[in-house]
């Protein structure tokens, strides 16, 4: 009994390993910049024929907005502060600026690191992979490619998908930045001021 009971113990931390991995993925990865990507672009794009100039351009203007918001995102960061009230800001080299009401909270945690980049970086790839192989975007700027790589159309996505998250799963960010949903500090008090683990 004891054997089968410690079975049951293994695959509900491995099922809750799995789900909290599909968390942070989901959490890490550009939704709502996709989400607003893909109601747009067929609006911009005119369900990709592009007609005229003025299509093209705010197509245009619109990747690279998505694309900033992709990687802005990943170094945004949030915390509760000591009025108790949450505050989002961009992380730096020495915390969140701007860090208003952080008495008690130890905003050093918070500070830029490496891992930053990394997520920045492949989150911007995954949005560039379903943004510039999106049917509209092809059929707007490069409507050849469709006939021609086909192939490389159907598999790319996947495969950075796949290769992102990961990357994403493997090394998870506990970052809480602005536009996710709030979720439980780390931070603790120890002795009168708060750490965050």
């Not at 799995?18 to 109601?39: C, D, E, H, S, Y």
């Not at 949005?127 to 975007?137: C, G, H, K, P």
């Not at 998250?165 to 009168?192: C, E, K």
Request: glycine fraction near 10%; hydrophobic fraction near 40%; charged fraction near 15%.
């Amino acid at each position: 009994m004891g054997a089968k009971s410690s079975k049951n113990n293994n695959d509900t931390s491995m099922s809750g390993k799995a789900f909290n991995g599909l968390g942070r993925l989901i959490k890490l990865l550009p939704t709502g910049t996709v989400f607003a990507f893909q109601f747009l672009n067929p609006i911009l794009t005119d369900n990709g024929r592009c007609e005229t100039r003025l299509n093209k351009d705010l197509t245009v203007a619109l990747l690279v907005t998505c694309a900033f918001s992709c990687v802005f995102s990943t170094f945004t960061d949030s915390y509760t502060g000591s009025d108790g009230r949450r505050h989002c800001g961009i992380v730096t080299t020495k915390g969140i600026w701007p860090a208003p009401a952080s008495d008690g909270v130890y905003m050093n945690a918070y500070r830029l690191r490496s891992g930053d980049f990394v997520h920045a970086l492949f989150a911007l790839l995954v949005f560039a992979v379903l943004a510039l192989l999106d049917n509209n975007t092809v059929h707007c700027f490069y409507p050849k490619f469709e006939t021609e790589q086909k192939l490389l159309l159907q598999v790319l996505p996947p495969v950075i998908g796949a290769i992102s998250g990961g990357v994403f799963v493997m090394f998870p960010n506990d970052r809480h930045g602005i536009g996710y949903p709030a979720s439980p500090d780390n931070n603790v008090t120890v002795g009168g001021s708060s750490q965050k683990i």
